[in-house]
């Protein structure tokens, strides 16, 4: 247990105000009818940055997502570094953490980053929107759009999962979303983005892949004992149903001159926090990466991947919560991806860098301009001098599976 900060009345008042404010802001924007420049007794408010929507593919057929898993991050330069060598510790930091994303955000210029959960981490976090700020600071700066979901740590200081999530579906460029507006779910951080064919091919008006996040939970008693929580009936029957409806009406259906271009349901990828019990089978199993701690998960085996495979169009899952694990494997034809801890204040293995995974969709070439999604591929990089990259993996090609 850490006891190097301890929470501060003062600080516990600033988020509170800050969340009043930010509560105020979301109601009023609702009654607004969503204008840029909110006006409250002839004082104009900033509203948040937004980048260019809907997300979409390169002109050159590619979109890459950054994940990052497990932040842990606490308050900034105060906050030591855990499982680094004894020589690294005196200058480790969460500094350290914030300099690993730029780099990498840097040398792979992602087209979206995805953080899926202990992006902060109580008891180190004396105030949670203090640390959001920080822990997303290099995301905003960057002007990438970019998403988080929470992990079972993220609510520990002073904020709610709900009170979390709101806040970072309204910092600078987040695309994330407290929840779906016209369904009634559990958890905070269900939800669905579109991922559109590049501008000016076929597709161009259509999404081609999809991008589910979906809230694990934390750490509850049930039927008197200490678990981790679970995807619940609500969340999966909202999933079924996201997957399998038309788009908006915003998107026709495309006028095709390319045989067989228009996607009925396009690949999907799915992210969240806590792995499923069935990660365990993978101890027995050929993977790519490492396998070195038990997989932390609920006692309840909520029908997670049964309903995944039903769905058909969830081609790989990324997980985090087991910062040793950095594996990808594949359960009933679906790849479940760890993403291997990133955060220096997260618990992990001295010796054994730091990473963050690169997921890779390209498209396919048709006759006159880019169709749908062809191959989805992964790789990790270590934060070392040369940020090495590793494991890279085909996990889907339509050539190869339907
Ligand atoms: C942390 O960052 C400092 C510089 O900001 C660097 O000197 C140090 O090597 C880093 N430590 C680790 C473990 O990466
Ligand atoms: C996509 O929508 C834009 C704007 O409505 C339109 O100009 C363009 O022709 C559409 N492209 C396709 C391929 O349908």
Not at 264 to 269: G, K, T
Not at 389 to 395: S, V, Y
Request: charged residues 25%; glycine residues 6%; neutral net charge.
């Amino acid at each position: 247990m850490d006891s190097d900060n301890k929470k501060t009345q003062k600080n516990w008042k600033n988020s509170l105000l800050y969340l009043t404010f930010i509560i105020t802001i979301v109601h009023l924007t609702r009654q607004t009818n969503f204008s840029r420049k909110l006006t409250i007794d002839t004082k104009t408010v900033r509203i948040k940055k937004t980048s260019d929507l809907p997300l979409r593919f390169r002109s050159d057929g590619t979109f890459k997502i950054l994940q990052v898993a497990d932040m842990h991050y606490g308050n900034g330069i105060l906050t030591r570094c855990k499982d680094v060598l004894a020589s690294e510790f005196e200058f480790c930091s969460d500094l350290n953490t914030t300099r690993f994303l730029k780099r990498i955000i840097h040398a792979e210029s992602p087209d979206f980053i995805a953080f899926t959960g202990d992006n902060i981490f109580e008891p180190s976090s004396s105030d949670a929107a203090e640390s959001l700020f920080q822990a997303f600071g290099p995301a905003m700066e960057s002007r990438l759009p970019w998403a988080a979901i929470l992990g079972n740590h993220d609510q520990e200081s002073n904020l709610n999962r709900e009170e979390l999530m709101s806040l970072i579906s309204l910092m600078d460029y987040s695309v994330s979303q407290v929840n779906p507006s016209d369904a009634k779910i559990d958890g905070f951080g269900n939800y669905n983005l579109r991922v559109y064919g590049a501008l000016g091919s076929m597709l161009a008006n259509s999404s081609v892949l999809n991008l589910f996040f979906l809230d694990s939970g934390e750490r509850i008693t049930y039927q008197g004992l200490r678990t981790y929580d679970w995807i619940k009936d609500s969340q999966l029957h909202w999933l079924r149903h996201v997957s399998h409806e038309p788009e908006g009406q915003e998107q026709d259906p495309p006028q095709s001159n390319d045989h067989d271009t228009t996607p009925i349901s396009p690949p999907a990828l799915a992210f969240f926090h806590i792995p499923i019990p069935e990660v365990r089978n993978l101890f027995y199993e050929k993977i790519v990466g490492q396998f070195q701690e038990g997989v932390a998960c609920s006692r309840v085996n909520s029908p997670v991947l049964p309903t995944l495979v039903s769905m058909g169009d969830v081609k790989a899952v990324f997980i985090g919560h087991d910062h040793k694990n950095d594996f990808c494997g594949k359960l009933d034809g679906i790849w479940f991806c760890y993403g291997g801890g990133f955060g220096y204040h997260a618990y992990g293995k001295t010796g054994w860098p730091r990473r963050a995974r690169i997921i890779l969709a390209e498209l396919e070439k048709g006759k006159n301009s880019w169709t749908q999604v062809q191959r989805i591929t992964t790789w990790k990089r270590l934060d070392d001098e040369k940020l090495s990259k590793i494991d890279e993996q085909i996990l889907w090609d339509r050539l190869f599976s339907g």
